[in-house]
């Protein structure tokens, strides 16, 4: 399974992940069946809130999963219509993240759970 992680550092698997997919400096794959890690940068990091471009940012890599934070809707919508799911991070490194999500411990990401912007005060699922 594919996994993406949207990071800011790059601390291999202890990484911290990132409380915003969108914004994200960089983003962790990681190939749990090759046992592979690639790091890459967020190719759609300076969008206008709101139009975010999962596939630009990924850089057209190819995933299952996001484990991230906080999410908007455009993004969460886009990457759900590609058969990828999103969950929210519950824990603070990569390597965490993934032992919860192996023993069925993340909660998948809805709609009535995503980032509606951060100007005027509006509130985010971040954690």
């Given amino acids: 399974m594919k996994f993406c992680f949207p990071i800011q550092n790059d601390r291999a ?3 911290e992940v990132y ?3 969108g914004s994200a400096p960089a983003f962790m794959i990681v190939d749990t069946a090759a046992e592979a890690v690639e790091t890459i940068g967020n190719a759609d990091q300076h969008h206008a809130h709101g139009t975010c471009s999962p596939f630009r940012a990924l850089g057209g890599r ?3 999963c996001v484990i991230v ?4 809707p455009g993004a969460l919508n ?7 799911r999103v969950y929210r991070a519950s824990a603070r490194t990569v390597r965490e993240n993934l032992d919860l999500f192996s023993a069925g411990n993340l909660q998948a990401f809805s709609p009535g759970h995503v980032c ?3 100007a005027g005060g509006s509130s985010c699922a971040h954690h």
């Fill in 13 to 15: 698997l202890d990484s």
């Fill in 19 to 21: 409380g915003h997919f």
């Fill in 62 to 64: 190819d995933i299952d």
């Fill in 69 to 72: 934070g906080g999410i908007g």
């Fill in 78 to 84: 886009k990457l759900s219509q590609a058969g990828i």
């Fill in 116 to 118: 509606s912007g951060h």
